[in-house]
């Protein structure tokens, strides 16, 4: 069992940045590919960005590319996304989910997920 617990999100203005944390805790929690979803206002959970268990590969949203960057902490049991650039339309819950397989973009392959934290991006 691996416990998520999400922070750092908030209410920034368009053009800031902000840090999300994701820390882990139970059974190997640092060997899991981890991944970061979103769920804007009225819409359905999307894939946002993911990092295999060592770091070595990443992935994103094409929505984020370039403004987004996912990294992890295995000694601390932290996955992190710095979001930068934030613009309105990223404003939604973020949600950390720990997988099985490096599946990326693929919600059936996470397993375990954590609370979310809300992110408000205003204009």
């Known amino acids: 069992q691996v416990q998520l617990v999400e922070s750092g999100g908030g209410l920034v203005q368009a053009g800031d940045s902000l840090r999300l944390s994701c820390a882990a805790s139970?059974?190997?929690?640092?060997?899991?590919?981890m991944g970061w979803f979103r769920q804007p206002p009225g819409k359905e959970r999307e894939f946002v960005a993911a990092i295999s268990w060592n770091g070595g590969t990443t992935a994103y949203a094409d929505s984020v590319k370039g403004r987004f960057t996912i990294s992890r902490d295995n000694a601390n049991n932290t996955v992190y996304l710095q979001m930068n650039s934030l613009k309105q339309e990223d404003t939604a819950i973020y949600y950390c989910?720990?997988?099985?397989?490096?599946?990326?973009?693929?919600?059936?392959?996470?397993?375990?997920w954590g609370q979310g934290t809300q992110v408000t991006v205003s204009s």
């Open positions: 139970g059974r190997s929690s640092s060997s899991h590919p």
């Open positions: 989910a720990a997988a099985i397989g490096f599946l990326p973009r693929a919600p059936s392959a996470y397993v375990y």
